[in-house]
């Protein structure tokens, strides 16, 4: 970096610098990143405060239980509550569209509550007002304002011509403007990370020592991200003879990775690998469940078979004679199933939601803006592999809760007047409250393995078509 760049750097931040519009665009941009986060950050302690207070609602009604028959209880249900992550408040993710809470009862697997869209394609979200969200969208307006002209305008006012006359190269104008408009968007951005740390650092357990790592990943993804934006807007005012040419075309193109090429892309994603609906999902689930047995029915062909296995197991001829209740063995083997053919089901659902993320990524090294936006919900825990990661926690524990039920009533219940008996209230103590283990920061990135270069080779290959002869011949048969 020789004295011409840096020059070339001085001179531009001091021309910004006399600018008022700047400093209006300064002050309103923070005024909005702040509200933003304060805001976020409002929901986000009013979500713990909530949750922590429903989560001990649900526990001292667990265990003010009576005296009652373990199948009474399996269907009294418990609740597993997704708390919010230490740094949800900066990236909402999607949030908005699913739920943090899960009853878990008896031979269903509800589905997470309190959505504003359950059906909704995650990735069909719009923006909601977050930090992040007006960095992907609003903070690239603001380099499209700051550096349309960069090219065009000193082209049209003939000092382009001046500057190549005193020896500075194409070369050294793009370095300097990139290096000053790289260090106005450091200016600009680096306040909100800093009070998004103070932020976290005040989010209690939830905070660890991943916070500030995962928030210098955000820091410095977001600096790749102006990088793209910083690169896009010179080459297209390198290109455009006209200032205001530059302003439409950048302004074009924004629209279309920023607004319309997401959107588009979701929709194409979920028409070649769809997901079921809720309501189809459960359906579904139901009907194979009827296929395989009903564990209700004394009847049932698959029951039926399942007693005369067991009597021979332990060599009596008649369910009473068995020296344990057979009807929790039933509720066993029926739960068993259930989760069985749930499992089967669901694994569908995220394989098709995982092909749905795979086509998105085939985009990154074409818009940065997908790649930015997933990886920024990644490291954020708002992104949807989290919230199924939760629900699969939540099944895991709803299963294990309700199989430690049956085996109550298989052992501490007679099969004789079965309905009438009752188990000790103090066996209810036992029973451990869901407890979700955040996922560390190596599996949280683990579904991008090397995608993070395919923006990284899109920044590059933007900068070396800026700086090749081509383009520096252009330039000079220009002027």
């Not at 189809?280 to 007693?307: C, M, T, W």
Request: aromatic share 12%; proline share 4%; hydrophobic share 45%.
């Amino acid at each position: 970096m020789n004295n011409k760049i840096m020059q070339i750097c001085r001179h531009e931040l001091a021309s910004k610098r006399k600018s008022p519009s700047l400093w209006l665009i300064f002050f309103m941009t923070q005024l909005l990143l702040a509200v933003a986060l304060l805001t976020g950050w409002q929901q986000h302690q009013h979500s713990m405060h909530t949750q922590a207070k429903a989560q001990e609602i649900v526990e001292q009604q667990w265990n003010a239980q009576p005296d009652r028959h373990p199948h009474r209880v399996a269907h009294f249900g418990h609740f597993a509550f997704r708390p919010p992550s230490a740094l949800s408040f900066f990236d909402l993710g999607v949030n908005a569209w699913v739920g943090d809470s899960i009853f878990l009862e008896a031979h269903k697997q509800n589905s997470a509550n309190f959505a504003n869209d359950q059906d909704g394609g995650t990735l069909l979200r719009f923006s909601e007002l977050s930090s992040a969200n007006i960095l992907l969208i609003i903070w690239p307006l603001l380099i499209i304002a700051l550096g349309f002209a960069s090219v065009s305008g000193e082209q049209k006012s003939g000092t382009l011509r001046q500057l190549m006359s005193m020896g500075v190269s194409f070369r050294e104008l793009i370095a300097g403007k990139s290096l000053s408009y790289l260090l106005v968007s450091v200016v600009f951005i680096l306040p909100v990370f800093v009070l998004a740390l103070a932020l976290a650092a005040g989010s209690g357990a939830q905070f660890s020592a991943e916070a500030p790592l995962r928030l210098t990943l955000l820091f410095g993804t977001y600096l790749l991200y102006c990088l793209f934006w910083i690169a896009l807007t010179l080459l297209i005012s390198s290109l455009v003879k006209a200032p205001k040419q530059a302003l439409v075309l950048l302004t074009s193109v924004w629209f279309i990775l920023t607004i319309l090429m997401p959107r588009m892309l979701a929709e194409f994603a979920h028409h070649q690998n769809p997901h079921q609906k809720r309501n189809d999902f459960e359906l579904a689930i139901k009907l194979d469940n009827r296929k395989v047995g009903d564990s209700h029915n004394p009847n049932d062909p698959y029951f039926s078979q399942f007693r005369e296995e067991t009597l021979k197991k332990y060599g009596v001829s008649t369910v009473e004679e068995l020296p344990i209740n057979y009807k929790g063995l039933v509720m066993q083997e029926g739960e068993k199933l259930n989760a069985e053919i749930y499992k089967k089901h669901y694994q569908q659902q995220v394989a098709q939601f995982e092909a749905q993320r795979q086509f998105v990524s085939q985009f990154y090294w074409l818009n940065p803006y997908l790649f930015v936006r997933d990886f920024s919900m990644a490291l954020t825990r708002t992104d949807t592999r989290h919230f199924l990661d939760f629900e699969q926690q939540a099944e895991a524990h709803r299963y294990a809760r309700i199989q430690k039920l049956n085996q109550l009533h298989t052992h501490e219940i007679h099969h004789h007047n079965d309905r009438a008996q009752r188990v000790d209230k103090s066996y209810w103590q036992e029973f451990e409250a869901f407890n979700y283990l955040t996922p560390k920061l190596s599996w949280s990135l683990s579904a991008f393995s090397l995608a993070w270069l395919l923006p990284l080779l899109a920044v590059a290959a933007l900068f070396i078509f800026l700086s090749s002869n081509p383009m520096q011949r252009r330039i000079y048969a220009a002027v």
